[in-house]
């Protein structure tokens, strides 16, 4: 930027630069009395004072040139007022501006991504540990990252995957069983047995009117189980060779794969309200595999939450009443997933729910790309692949220079963006607790 000299008054557009610097690429509060200095020389004219400004300035261009790692912006201290701690910014003039981050930011979905060791699970252990008491929070743990942070406490319930018995087909309270039913149909005639849905609907129906003659007055609801469709498709006699038998065979298979790499956990006719009402709960998923079985066991239970909550009373928008986070979540939410549509589905609806996520990957790139769109916060650690910058790049709004700079961050050092922030919704760097 261009400084006149002291006997050349500049321009208004000198000083909405100048004032766009300092608080934007300098981080500089817009309360500070250099900020006040220039409101100053816009309404009385003083060499003195001018002078004064430029050497200021000078001083602050100075020193963030010599900083290592730094974004082209830097948010003020007065940008994140209150909330929760999870880090800081150190500015060119030796402040440093605390990021707090409010848990109404996290009903917006939020990605969290970067190489192993990079800080990644350090922050998710933060914002879990932050959330307010009333949150129900839904942890998908593959790698057991989470065991300690989520046993230290009563309010926590951690469930090995194996022991867990539920039933899908066993609709929220107050949810509309044909409703219901309706979907799960929709969730398990997806991607091969697409054109075994009516099928499905004809032998679910059958199972249901059986199971309404057998009810007792006073006495649950006796729900046919995923185990009982199977058991009936298995027993189900079709003309040979005719298109319903294909669709039987195909259902069958794909559904007795499913139940059986899941361990019977879809083998009782126990719902999933008691689970999913429990202040937190993890669900150790080690060993769960491989990917459709995984999407398979994780879908169920986020379907649940979330469609348990669409007939609840809320404000709006709703604060946060549900967060879950999804560990390794590249696996689950790759544009060939059986299961995709869903996921995208599902975001555009979860603010309005109070349902907030928290995606933990590596490998960004391979997410699909109307599921990153549809996310608001971003945490990006060190990354090395190509395709990841890049993608990174897009969604931040890097410039040249900043996604060079993501291959060389420390462990900690993490670049973020909030795209719906009110006050800075530029990408910054930012040092993850515990910072220097």
């Not at 020193?63 to 790692?69: C, K, N, P, Q």
């Not at 880090?87 to 969290?112: H, M, N």
């Not at 933060?126 to 300690?148: C, E, G, H, K």
């Not at 849905?197 to 004809?202: E, G």
């Amino acid at each position: 930027m261009k400084t006149a000299s002291p006997t050349e008054r500049p321009g208004p557009a000198w000083l909405i630069q100048t004032w766009q610097e300092l608080t934007e690429q300098l981080g500089v509060d817009p309360t500070d009395p250099l900020c006040r200095n220039i409101e100053r020389l816009g309404t009385a004219w003083n060499d003195e004072l001018y002078l004064h400004v430029c050497r200021a300035l000078d001083h602050l261009r100075r020193a963030r040139g010599s900083m290592l790692h730094r974004s082209d912006r830097m948010p003020p201290p007065s940008a994140f007022e209150e909330g929760v701690l999870l880090g800081g910014v150190p500015l060119p003039g030796g402040k440093v501006t605390r990021l707090l981050v409010s848990p109404l930011t996290f009903p917006l979905p939020t990605v969290i991504c970067g190489l192993p060791g990079s800080g990644k699970t350090w922050l998710a252990r933060l914002i879990l540990a932050a959330a307010y008491p009333t949150t129900r929070i839904l942890v998908f743990d593959p790698n057991r990252s989470y065991r300690l942070c989520c046993g230290d406490s009563s309010d926590w319930l951690s469930i090995d995957w194996q022991t867990l018995r539920l039933n899908p087909l066993v609709p929220p309270p107050d949810y509309g069983l044909e409703a219901w039913l309706s979907e799960k149909l929709d969730q398990l005639a997806r991607g091969e047995l697409l054109h075994s849905r009516y099928l499905l609907a004809r032998r679910l129906d059958e199972l249901l009117e059986a199971a309404t003659r057998r009810a007792e007055p006073g006495e649950p609801f006796p729900y046919p189980s995923l185990f009982d469709l199977r058991d009936d498709l298995a027993h189900r006699k079709c003309r040979p060779g005719s298109k319903e038998e294909m669709y039987r065979e195909s259902a069958l298979n794909v559904l007795d794969g499913r139940i059986r790499s899941t361990q019977h956990v879809f083998d009782c006719a126990q719902g999933m309200e008691k689970l999913v009402t429990n202040t937190r709960v993890r669900i150790d998923t080690e060993g769960l595999s491989p990917v459709p079985s995984v999407d398979f066991f994780i879908t169920h239970l986020m379907h649940y939450v979330c469609r348990a909550r669409a007939h609840a009373v809320r404000n709006e928008p709703p604060p946060l009443h549900t967060l879950i986070l999804l560990e390794e979540a590249q696996t689950l939410l790759e544009s060939r997933s059986i299961n995709i549509t869903f996921y995208q589905e599902l975001l555009l609806v979860a603010r309005a729910l109070g349902v907030g996520f928290l995606f933990i990957v590596q490998d960004i790139s391979r997410i699909d790309p109307i599921v990153l769109a549809a996310c608001a916060n971003y945490f990006v650690f060190s990354q090395s692949s190509a395709n990841n910058k890049r993608v990174v790049r897009d969604l931040l709004s890097l410039s040249p220079r900043e996604c060079d700079l993501l291959g060389n961050l420390v462990p900690g050092e993490c670049f973020v963006r909030f795209t719906q922030h009110p006050r800075f919704s530029y990408p910054f760097l930012a040092r993850i607790l515990p910072y220097e």
